[in-house]
Structures are given as C-alpha cells and as structure tokens.
Nanobody, 115 residues
C-alpha cells in the first residue's frame, strides 16, 4: 500500500514562496498521475495542480501562473513550488493520485499566508 508524506509547509507573508514535497512509498509511483490538493477551513478539498507520469501538467485557475508542480520518479517525490502566495492560499495541502484521489491520505502540510 502506497503511503504519502507531505512536508514543506509553514507561515509565509503575502507575496512569499514555499516549496512543498510529497514522498510516496512503493515502487509503482512512477506510473501514477499525481496531484496536489488543498483544504481550507470550512471548505471542500480541491485539486489545484496535477502531473501525469509523462510530465504533463494542469492547474486550477486560482493558482495558474503562480504554482508549479513537478516530480522526481527516481525519488518517488512530487513537488509544488508556490510563488506569489496570497492569504486565500491558506490551507492544508495534500498529495494524492489525480484526478481521482484513490490512495490513503497523508497527514498534509499546513500553509498559512499572513502578514
């Protein structure tokens, strides 16, 4: 069973940057399309970025041009580079398969954007 461990969150001022990492156990990670999801307080979890096994990417309109998803299959890791952060990006960020999150959720990593 694939396990997911997210890291890299924190407190950042508006306009700042963070890089999130998600390390997956299991040797079949490289064939999965993966995504980053986020859940803000009182809101549903949403998919914000995804990347196929071949490296094609897709982004939600709310993060397009600011976030970049990438992956390193040799390290079983997917990344999310977040630039020009806004207070509305505050949420717990998770990774999972995309577009259907069929793996067990990890603990997530908290991102707080505040001055």
């Amino acid at each position: 069973q694939v396990q997911l461990v997210e890291s890299g969150g924190g407190l950042v001022q508006p306009g700042g940057s963070l890089r999130l990492s998600c390390k997956a156990s299991g040797s079949i990670f490289s064939i999965y399309a993966m995504g980053w999801y986020r859940q803000a307080p009182g809101k549903q979890r949403e998919l914000v970025a995804s990347i196929t096994s071949g490296g094609s990417t897709n982004y939600a309109d709310s993060v397009k041009g600011r976030f970049t998803i990438s992956r390193d299959n040799a390290k079983n890791t997917v990344y999310l580079q977040m630039n020009s952060l806004k207070p509305e990006d505050t949420a717990v960020y998770y990774c999972n398969r995309a577009p259907t999150a069929s793996l067990a959720w990890g603990q997530g990593t908290q991102v707080t954007v505040s001055s």
